[in-house]
């Protein structure tokens, strides 16, 4: 069973950073995507960023040169570097794997940002 697990959340000050975690489990290889996506209260969900297998990273454009996706296939992680955050960063935010046509969703972690 796949299972994805995400934190890393939290509360900060505008300009200040966050580093989100999703853990994998269940996959048994590393061939599949990861994307983070996230959700603010009384808005839809948009997409944040998302790497693949290989290591290929593609960004929302609003978070280009702000946010870093990275992955460590040994841990079974991806990582979301957060820098420089703005009021408008907080939101719930989800990690989603997607495996050939298979899709699997972690439960969301919380950025709050004051200002």
């Known amino acids: 069973e796949v299972q994805l697990q995400a934190s890393g959340g939290g509360l900060v000050q505008a300009g200040e950073s966050l580093r989100l975690s999703c853990t994998a489990s269940?996959?048994?290889?590393?061939?599949?995507?990861i994307g983070w996506y996230r959700q603010a209260p009384g808005k839809e969900r948009e997409g944040v960023s998302c790497?693949?297998?290989?290591?290929?990273?593609h960004y929302a454009d609003s978070m280009k040169g702000r946010f870093t996706i990275s992955r460590d296939n040994a841990k079974n992680t991806v990582y979301l570097q957060m820098n420089s955050l703005k009021s408008e960063d907080a939101a719930v935010y989800s990690c989603n794997a997607v495996y050939r046509e298979n899709a699997y969703w972690g439960q969301g972690t919380e950025v709050t940002v004051s200002s």
């Open positions: 790497i693949t297998g290989d290591g290929t990273a």
């Open positions: 269940g996959f048994g290889h590393d061939d599949y995507s």
